[in-house]
Antibody, heavy 115, light 111 residues
Framework: EVQLVQSGAEVKKPGESLKISCQGS????????IGWVRQMPGKGLEWMGT????????RYSPSFQGQVIISVDKSASTAYLHWSSLRASDSAMYYC????????WGQGTLVTVSS | QSALTQPASVSGSPGQSITISCTGT?????????VSWYQQHPGKAPKLMIY???NRPSGVSNRFSGSTSGNTASLSISGLQAEDEANYYC???????????FGGGTKLTVL
């Protein structure tokens, strides 16, 4: 069974760094694009970017280019979303997803940034 | 502004049929058969309803169907039920993007 399991909710202060994770199982992690989706409170879904674990080819949405870093650890079958300096506007639910074909999604990670 | 355009809201009565449109361009829906539709109830994660334009994952009711015509994808729901009331999002592979894009979402109200 394909599963994407995300790390737990985070509460951070502005300016702090954060890395959240998404571990895949039940499939060949290396051979499938995996991406991150943001959903701000009461708003729609936004693709942030996707990465191909096989060669770490990474594509960012223009809105998120330079704001976050997407990375992967093939040995751990895990994708990451990293902020170096959080802002209050980063408060949102973040989902990882394997978008091609029959898509699979993680359960979501709630990030709250507040002083 | 979302890359794909959906109506903000649609409504229908129980038992009726509705269709939600999703308009893109030749860089996404018009060229690639990688259109997906998601249902999201408040406070829940999105649920895949349709993938690759018209395929239903196992467990999704056959009341849900998908299609495309030119640069527009459509999600049809027949025999509306109260539980269908939710937000629906379309998504497509897009050659010159992330490479995935979403529509802005459509709120379905079952009257």
């Amino acid at each position: 069974e394909v599963q994407l399991v995300q790390s737990g909710a985070e509460v951070k202060k502005p300016g702090e760094s954060l890395k959240i994770s998404c571990q895949g199982s039940g499939y060949n992690f290396t051979n499938h694009w995996i991406g991150w989706v943001r959903q701000m409170p009461g708003k729609g879904l936004e693709w942030m970017g996707t990465i191909y674990p096989g060669d770490s080819d990474t594509r960012y949405s223009p809105s998120f280019q330079g704001q976050v870093i997407i990375s992967v650890d093939k040995s751990a079958s895990t994708a990451y979303l990293h902020w170096s300096s959080l802002r209050a506007s980063d408060s949102a639910m973040y989902y990882c997803a394997r978008p091609f074909g029959r898509a699979y999604w993680g359960q979501g990670t709630l990030v709250t940034v507040s002083s | 502004q979302s890359a794909l355009t959906q109506p903000a809201s649609v409504s229908g009565s129980p038992g009726q049929s509705i269709t939600i449109s999703c308009t893109g361009t030749s860089n996404d829906i018009g060229t690639y058969n990688y259109v997906s539709w998601y249902q999201q109830h408040p406070g829940k994660a999105p649920k895949l309803m349709i993938y690759e334009v018209s395929n239903r994952p196992s467990g999704v009711s056959n009341r849900f169907s998908g299609s495309t015509s030119g640069n527009t994808a459509s999600l049809s729901i027949s025999g509306l039920q109260a539980e269908d009331e939710a937000n629906y999002y379309c998504s497509s592979y897009a050659r010159i993007s992330t490479p995935w894009v979403f529509g802005g979402g459509t709120k379905l109200t079952v009257l």
